[in-house]
């Protein structure tokens, strides 16, 4: 580095003593450099902090789950079935865990780190990445530094960035829909450009040749139940000696049992039906490069906003939200603009979204096997079953238990109200008010607040959807409440002042990381008096993480082959445990005469109730609230 290049970053000590915001003007000269520092130093604290956590109640399950979804692909090719055992995972879809077992795994072949802090650091990485695709975002109305103090707000939630390593379900999900999103509003402002006049004069053909095959595709995939139904009734009735094709081919009809010839010809149209997909499509791109090379463009355009949309939808069912969002906020940008409507590229962008939404369709049925039999049907009834969260459980809300289908109908608003730190809902009102009313009016991002956030939020309040766990399942709908912060930093004009703001913002969250780690998602604001007043009154370490620290002592206190039990799953304690304790709970147990250790966390109260006799060894706190204790009995 020059010296003239040093003095710009680095002031010298002959001017310490010049005016404060001076100084900090030298150092945003260079803002590309500090958003690099600042996501490098985001992702270095990831990296230090990744094993730390605990595994959560859910990740055994989505394990499972996911290692079962990879062994299908096996299946599906060889014997035309699908094979899950869980009734209500298969409405998940599994493509992001499938993603965190194969990388978790691979990693492993180079580390000696317990396979949960591997798949929490892949948690991590996912939610890393987001935090860069919101500043993408944000950069669409803001300069640097405003942008990044945004995202800085959005990584640095407590609640966030806690489920942000310990949650395979929920945090992805809105790091998906974040980076979607992003891909998608970078996509239509390259397709904006693109004019119908591009467009040979032979397009119509094209038209016609392009939806001849998207309905020959779609006859095939969709109506894969009624062609196996087809099959199954053919191979039953030449079985009972009625003449059709069946009877014709299959030579050994009476000495093979039926399934065997339903499986074979099942198999045969799935593989015949894969060539003519490959074939055609390769047949379709090779028509559009002669007719019509600039379609090959919007492709390219496409195709990622495409895929990212579709592994979302294959993470969670309202994936496709992601794209309604793009799309909607596209329509009204177009609306806005000051062309006239004659100008307008109907052509193009009516082929850009139906090529978007096939992409998407064909990367969710890829990475989800539950929908290979049936997509549209298995689509909509994950839709309709994973609409209500279903849970049968008890919620803690304001000092009272509630079966989860009758929370008030404040639950929501008033936990999103005391889980996010103390600036972020004046910020954004305040950003609200200025994107709507202010002197530089950003009407486009308010419309994507609302499309993002205040629709669904109204939604879920209104029909009081079953939500528990607080408000882990609708995490998605967060990151644009902390892009209107952005609006309110623009507003100072001075950058030291800016800079000062942004980081009195950021330290109630940089100051519940710290000391709540590595328990952030169970983080409370002062305005019900931190975690300490949420005790007893609402959930906090709901999902068990702290039973890793109760391991830890367990393993350094228990004498060998030591019966423990578990209050709770026992999962969330064998990953740490040393291999020759028996650890019993209600899903899993081993006869033994007396426990050496009981564990129970402090949620349903176990922590008093479990062996209330027994002497309390060791307790996991977090300031004044307890979150796990060990008894002796």
């Not at 317990?114 to 935090?131: I, K, Q, T």
């Not at 198999?267 to 003519?276: E, H, I, M, S, T």
């Not at 890793?548 to 990953?575: D, F």
Request: aromatic share 14%; net charge positive; with cysteine.
């Amino acid at each position: 580095m020059s010296s003239r290049a040093a003095a710009r970053y680095w002031p010298s000590l002959k001017n310490l003593d010049m005016n404060f915001f001076s100084t900090i003007k030298q150092y945003l000269a260079g803002q590309t450099l500090w958003t690099l520092l600042a996501f490098f130093i985001i992702l270095l604290a990831g990296l230090f902090a990744f094993n730390d956590y605990g595994a959560s109640w859910d990740e055994n399950i989505m394990q499972v789950y996911a290692d079962q979804s990879l062994k299908n692909y096996g299946e599906w090719h060889n014997r035309g079935e699908v094979k899950l055992e869980h009734e209500t995972l298969q409405y998940y879809g599994p493509f992001f865990m499938m993603t965190v077992q194969v990388a978790s795994r691979f990693l492993g072949r180079f580390s000696d780190a317990n396979p949960a802090d591997l798949r929490h650091l892949v948690y991590f990485l996912a939610y890393f990445a987001s935090v860069v695709a919101f500043y993408t975002i944000a950069r669409r109305w803001f300069d640097p530094l405003s942008s990044m103090g945004a995202s800085l707000l959005y990584a640095l939630q407590p609640v966030l960035w806690g489920h942000a390593f310990i949650n395979p379900k929920d945090a992805p999900f809105m790091a998906l829909m974040t980076i979607s999103v992003a891909a998608g509003l970078k996509m239509t402002d390259a397709l904006r450009v693109i004019p119908d006049s591009s467009l040979l004069a032979n397009k119509r053909r094209v038209w016609v040749v392009s939806i001849a095959w998207l309905v020959s595709m779609l006859a095939l995939f969709l109506l894969t139940e009624q062609v196996h139904g087809l099959i199954v009734s053919l191979v039953n009735s030449a079985k009972a000696g009625e003449t059709n094709i069946v009877s014709l081919i299959a030579s050994k009809l009476n000495q093979v049992p039926a399934k065997v010839y339903i499986e074979r010809y099942f198999v045969l149209f799935l593989r015949a039906r894969a060539v003519y997909t490959a074939l055609s499509f390769a047949a379709l791109l090779y028509f559009w490069y002669r007719t019509q090379p600039i379609l090959f463009k919007i492709l390219t355009i496409v195709l990622a906003p495409a895929l990212l949309l579709g592994f979302t939808a294959s993470t969670r069912v309202l994936g496709p939200y992601a794209g309604i969002v793009v799309a909607l906020f596209a329509l009204y940008h177009s609306q806005s603009a000051t062309r006239k409507p004659e100008d307008r590229p109907l052509s193009l962008a009516v082929f850009s979204l139906c090529l978007y939404t096939l992409l998407a369709m064909s990367a969710a049925y890829l990475t989800w096997p539950f929908l290979w039999a049936d997509p549209p049907g298995n689509f909509i009834a994950a839709l309709q079953k994973m609409s209500e969260f279903p849970w049968a459980g008890r919620v803690l809300f304001d000092g009272q238990y509630y079966a989860a289908p009758d929370t008030p109908m404040i639950y929501l608003p008033v936990l999103l109200v005391i889980q996010m730190t103390e600036p972020v809902w004046l910020l954004a009102l305040i950003g609200s008010c200025l994107a709507l009313f202010g002197a530089r009016k950003k009407t486009d991002l308010f419309v994507l607040f609302a499309l993002w956030f205040l629709l669904p939020v109204i939604a879920l309040i209104a029909r009081n959807v079953n939500i528990f766990d607080n408000f882990r399942h609708v995490l998605f709908i967060l990151p644009p409440v902390f892009l209107m912060a952005g609006g309110v930093f623009e507003r100072i004009v001075k950058p030291g002042w800016r800079l000062a703001v942004i980081a009195l913002c950021l330290a109630p969250g940089l100051i519940g990381i710290l000391s709540l780690h590595p328990y952030e998602y169970a983080y409370y604001n002062q305005f019900i008096g931190g975690m300490r007043g949420a005790q007893g009154r609402f959930e906090t370490e709901y999902w068990l993480t702290s039973y890793r620290a109760a391991a830890e002592y367990i393993n350094e206190n228990a004498p060998p082959n030591a019966a423990i039990w578990v209050e709770g799953p026992g999962h969330v304690l064998t990953p740490f445990a040393r291999a020759d304790l028996i650890v019993n709970s209600w899903s899993s147990y081993q006869p033994v005469d007396n426990y050496e250790y009981v564990v129970a966390s402090s949620r349903f109260l176990n922590n008093e109730t479990a062996q209330p006799g027994a002497k309390i060894v060791y307790e996991i706190k977090r300031g004044d609230a307890t979150l796990t204790v060990i008894r002796k009995p």
